[in-house]
């Protein structure tokens, strides 16, 4: 035999337009990021690589479980692999911007010359790391090019000053 009903409603109509909008948000963050020509990433407290743009995973080949946590530095070349995480770990021990050049290997085995830049986002600590990858491959060849030619001319001018010192003795 009933006795009573009780009925307890609640309104969650703030709760489920609070959580549509941070889904809208997130989607459009993961669309801007993903449209970007740069890789887009953000790493944790620590450095740890939390995600990356579909622009990683074209460019380095890698799934998102090699990529993750510091899954990024199998990708550096060997002679730039000391130095970028010399620059990485003075960043974090200062929580400071930095950026750094360096080649990365991309999915068919090549090198390219990129520049990652990283910005640590702090309330007091640091909480997050944001940073983007651009690839800088056409202009770095271009530059060590004409470093190359100046060292060359250089060569040549001092060659031709000793003979010119030679003839006037």
């Not at 200062?94 to 360096?102: L, P, R």
């Amino acid at each position: 035999e009933v006795v009573g009903v009780m009925i307890i409603a609640s309104d969650a109509t703030e709760q489920v337009i609070s959580k549509k909008q941070l889904e809208e948000s997130q989607r459009k963050w993961k669309l801007l990021a993903d449209t970007m020509p740069a890789i887009v990433w953000i790493g944790d407290a620590d450095g740890d690589a939390s995600f990356f743009n579909e622009r990683w995973y074209e460019f380095t080949g890698l799934t998102e479980a090699e990529s993750l946590g510091s899954g990024w530095t199998k990708i550096l070349h060997p002679d730039d692999a000391p130095r970028c995480l010399e620059i990485w770990n003075d960043a974090h021990a200062k929580q400071a911007f930095y950026a750094v050049e360096a080649r990365y290997r991309n999915k068919e085995g090549d090198y390219r010359w990129v520049i990652a830049r990283g910005v640590p986002i702090r309330e007091g600590d640091v909480l997050t790391w944001y940073g983007t990858t651009t690839d800088i491959h056409e202009h770095k060849q271009l530059e060590l090019h004409l470093e190359d030619m100046v060292e060359k001319r250089t060569e040549e001018l001092a060659a031709k000053n000793i003979l010119l010192d030679n003839i006037l003795k």
